[in-house]
Antibody
Framework: EVQLLESRGGLVQPGGSRRLSCAAS????????MSWVRQAPGKGLEWVAA????????YYSDSAQGRFTISRDNSKNTLYLQMNSLRAEDTAVYYC?????????????WGQGALVTVSS | EIVLTQSPGTLSLSPGERATLSCRAS???????LAWYHQKPGQAPRLLIYGASNRATGIPDKFSGSGSGTDFTLTISRLEPEDFAVYYCQQYGSSPITFGQGTRLENK
């Protein structure tokens, strides 16, 4: 059974940093692309960042480019999202999501989500 | 960036009825890399359709996807109570990956 377990989010001050992690199990982690998708309270889905299965290719949304870094440790079956210079508008539930293939970015499994609140 | 526009914003139907949801892209979606999800309150989204017309594992055949290029449709043939949710389309044919704004399917 595929499982994706995000670390807890939490409260972060504006300008601060937070690293999210997503522990994966039940599939061959290095074979699949992984992404982060977020959802602001009461709003729709917004893709944040993606990484290929091997980690050789990364993609970022404009809002994430330059502030967020996606990475993965295939030896630990774990995906990360390092978020810096956080703003109030980054407040959202962050989901990690498994891709349909190594370079395929539809999302066939999702984690439970981690709420990150950016506020003073 | 490919902008996806979903219509209608809200669809009010009764159990047993047929639902037709639309997703229109601002430019052609490469390789018809278009997916559909639904999301119930307090839950993560669930994949229904990928590649415009391929049902995901475990998704019943009452869900069907069609379309190509810039116009895509999700059809639910016979609504059941558990189908009332928010539905999103997503294109993954080019970066940035984008989602539509969602269609809320509500029980009339």
């Amino acid at each position: 059974e595929v499982q994706l377990l995000e670390s807890r989010g939490g409260l972060v001050q504006p300008g601060g940093s937070r690293r999210l992690s997503c522990a994966a199990s039940g599939f061959s982690f290095s074979t699949y692309a992984m992404s982060w998708v977020r959802q602001a309270p009461g709003k729709g889905l917004e893709w944040v960042a993606a990484m290929s299965g091997s980690g050789d290719t990364t993609y970022y949304s404009d809002s994430a480019q330059g502030r967020f870094t996606i990475s993965r440790d295939n030896s630990k079956n774990t995906l990360y999202l390092q978020m810096n210079s956080l703003r109030a508008e980054d407040t959202a539930v962050y989901y990690c999501a498994k891709g349909g293939g190594s370079y395929s970015f539809y999302f066939d499994h999702w984690g439970q989500g981690a709420l990150v609140t950016v506020s003073s | 960036e490919i902008v996806l526009t979903q219509s209608p914003g809200t669809l009010s139907l009764s159990p047993g009825e047929r639902a037709t949801l639309s997703c229109r892209a601002s430019q052609s979606v490469g390789s018809n890399y278009l997916a559909w999800y639904h999301q119930k309150p307090g839950q993560a989204p669930r994949l229904l359709i990928y590649g415009a017309s391929n049902r995901a594992t475990g998704i019943p055949d009452k869900f069907s996807g069609s379309g190509s290029g810039t116009d895509f449709t999700l059809t639910i043939s016979r609504l059941e109570p558990e189908d009332f949710a928010v539905y999103y389309c997503q294109q993954y044919g080019s970066s940035p990956i984008t989602f539509g704004q969602g269609t809320r399917l509500e029980n009339k």
